[in-house]
């Protein structure tokens, strides 16, 4: 495992709440990535992240935002949580060795 | 940003090689290529990346074409558990790593 975890694990939440999903490494990693992932469209990039307070939007960023307070953790943050965000999201990390990434078990997230 | 082009499905008998494929026609001379492979309900699992060179590990080998335009991933004994999808992607740590949906392997016993 390459020293990440993911929290929630599962959440079920209402429309129009706010939900916080957490990214936690202990590799020291600079580069960390949120994904989601549903049926039909593979993983998409959400936001990703190549430093502390550094951030950028990948693909599918409506609806989202992030923050990185320290190099250890990546939160992706729904303001408002829509039926449309239910998804299975991925958080990845990538470092210097290797120049790849690594994934996170995944947090299910149903809106309801 | 450069993409990657893999069949939507493949099947392989099971203990035969099997070769994947994946064509990068406007992969940059910095990009990387990256295999990943995917189980159902869990994250994707790193196989194998490499940049010019074939390169070789303990799941998989990795063929490179001499332009880069295209690349293949060979498992060289299927077994069931090598039943996933698997996606061929361009990128280099930093940069952003786009996924496509892969190519889903059955493995025939």
């Known amino acids: 495992d390459a020293g990440i975890t993911q929290s929630p694990r599962h959440k079920v939440t209402e429309t129009g709440t706010p939900v916080t999903l957490r990214c936690h490494q202990t590799?020291?990693?600079?580069?960390m990535y949120w994904y989601r992932q549903d049926p039909g469209h593979g993983l998409r990039l959400i936001h990703y992240s190549y430093g502390v307070k550094d951030t950028d939007k990948g693909e599918v960023s409506d609806g989202y935002s992030v923050s990185r307070s320290k190099t250890e953790d990546f939160l992706l943050t729904l303001e408002s949580a829509t039926s449309s965000q239910t998804s299975v999201y991925f958080c990845a990390i990538g470092g210097s060795s290797g120049n790849t990434i690594y994934f996170g078990e995944g947090s299910w997230l149903t809106v309801v | 940003d450069a993409k990657t082009t893999q069949p939507n499905s493949m099947e392989s008998n099971e203990e035969e090689p099997v070769h994947l494929p994946c064509n990068h026609s406007t992969i940059s001379g910095t990009d990387y290529i990256h295999w990943y492979r995917q189980l159902p309900s869990q994250g994707p699992e790193y196989v194998i990346h490499g940049l010019t060179s074939n390169v070789n590990n303990r799941m998989a080998s990795l063929a490179i074409a001499e332009d880069r335009k295209s690349s293949t991933l060979i498992l060289h004994r299927a077994t069931l558990r090598d039943a996933a999808v698997y996606y061929c992607?361009?990128?280099?740590?930093?940069?952003?790593?786009?996924f496509g949906t892969g190519t889903s392997l059955t493995v025939i016993p």
């Open positions: 992607i361009l990128g280099y740590t930093g940069n952003q790593f786009y």
């Open positions: 590799e020291n990693h600079r580069y």
